[in-house]
């Protein structure tokens, strides 16, 4: 006679998961530092201001950074750019990518 397999453990959200299988989930806090510390390793800027986040799923995230690409007198007419920086469920840089580039003294329309 042949043994029945064992049954299926039963499903407890509080015990860790097993060695290999972590599960992380990044806070947008989390995101946002480490687009702005990995943005600043890859392209030698400064990020000058966070200017949007959104969640990609999967724990990763995108994150816009405003950047003073050059500083001019009066400080108005600064070329400034956005950049667009993805980071995945370990806060490690996925992608980085220049979206605009912009007048500090100027506007949307």
Not at 34 to 40: E, I, K, S, Y
Not at 44 to 50: L, R, S
Request: hydrophobic share 40%; glycine share 8%; charged share 20%.
């Amino acid at each position: 006679m042949t043994e029945s397999p064992p049954p299926f453990p039963a499903l407890d959200n509080n015990t860790p998961e097993p060695a290999g299988k972590s599960v992380s989930r990044l806070r947008a806090a989390d995101a946002i530092q480490a687009a702005t510390a990995q943005f600043g390793v890859v392209t030698g800027q400064t990020p000058h201001a966070v200017t949007g986040i959104r969640s990609r799923g999967n724990g990763a995230w995108s994150v816009l950074l405003d950047v003073v690409e050059l500083a001019r007198i009066p400080d108005s007419t600064s070329v400034m750019a956005t950049y667009r920086v993805d980071v995945d469920a370990d806060g490690e840089l996925a992608a980085c990518e220049r979206l605009r580039r912009f007048t500090r003294g100027t506007t949307d329309s």
